[in-house]
């Protein structure tokens, strides 16, 4: 199994097999007055029949969030991106940084022996290799070049979408699944 994760404060997680089974896990980062903010997690899954199980948590943070992944994978193959820290906003840099080794790290302590490889790879790396994009383009038209492209690469992905909204984090997510495939298995 193969986990893509894109690891911002609106980010996903696709997990990938090669069955064509694939499970998402999309958060949002929720503020709430007066209380440390939480991450709104939704679960798809995608059975025979379309979208057949869905769970909704409230977490924390990303090691309660790496504990929900844990519980649908063993032997995990890992490919997340890495964080962007820009000379404008470096705080937000840190905070997708900093979520990105949580959910890492949570999954190293809960999967063990079951996590084969960890790869980290930037959006202009995987987005170049796998979609032939520029890596200096806007992120705007990356976005729209991910939610355009991505799907055609498997169709079992257009199911959460449909589901979940077309959020260039879930495609960003399976892009990086697709780039690690690639990266392991060439």
Same mark, same amino acid.
């Given at each position: 199994?193969?986990?893509?994760?894109?690891?911002?404060?609106?980010?996903?997680?696709?997990?990938?097999?090669?069955?064509?089974?694939?499970?998402?896990?999309?958060?949002?980062?929720?503020?709430?007055?007066?209380?440390?903010?939480?991450?709104?997690?939704?679960?798809?899954?995608?059975?025979?029949?379309?979208?057949?199980?869905?769970?909704?948590?409230?977490?924390?943070?990303?090691?309660?969030?790496?504990?929900?992944?844990?519980?649908?994978?063993?032997?995990?193959?890992?490919?997340?991106?890495?964080?962007? +820290? $820009?000379?404008? !906003?470096?705080?937000?840099?840190?905070?997708?940084?900093?979520?990105?080794?949580?959910?890492? /790290?949570? @999954?190293?302590?809960?999967?063990?022996?079951?996590?084969?490889?960890?790869?980290?790879?930037?959006?202009?790396?995987?987005?170049?290799?796998?979609?032939?994009?520029?890596?200096?383009?806007?992120?705007?038209?990356?976005?729209? +070049? $991910?939610?355009? !492209?991505?799907?055609?690469?498997?169709?079992?992905?257009?199911?959460?979408?449909?589901?979940? /909204?077309? @959020?260039?984090?879930?495609?960003?997510?399976?892009?990086?699944?697709?780039?690690?495939?690639?990266?392991?298995?060439?």
């Amino acid at each position: 199994m193969i986990l893509g994760i894109d690891p911002a404060k609106e980010g996903a997680a696709v997990l990938y097999d090669p069955r064509l089974r694939v499970v998402t896990c999309v958060w949002s980062w929720k503020h709430r007055p007066r209380k440390k903010p939480i991450y709104e997690t939704i679960f798809t899954h995608l059975g025979p029949d379309g979208i057949c199980y869905t769970a909704t948590w409230d977490l924390r943070d990303g090691g309660q969030i790496a504990k929900k992944i844990a519980n649908e994978c063993r032997d995990l193959q890992i490919g997340i991106e890495d964080a962007y +820290i $820009s000379k404008q !906003n470096p705080r937000a840099g840190l905070r997708v940084a900093r979520f990105g080794g949580e959910i890492i /790290g949570g @999954l190293s302590a809960l999967l063990s022996y079951d996590v084969d490889s960890v790869t980290w790879v930037t959006a202009a790396v995987w987005r170049k290799e796998l979609l032939g994009v520029n890596p200096f383009t806007k992120r705007e038209q990356c976005k729209k +070049i $991910s939610l355009m !492209n991505i799907p055609s690469y498997n169709h079992t992905i257009t199911d959460h979408l449909k589901f979940h /909204g077309m @959020l260039d984090h879930v495609t960003d997510a399976f892009g990086v699944v697709l780039w690690t495939d690639n990266k392991l298995n060439n």
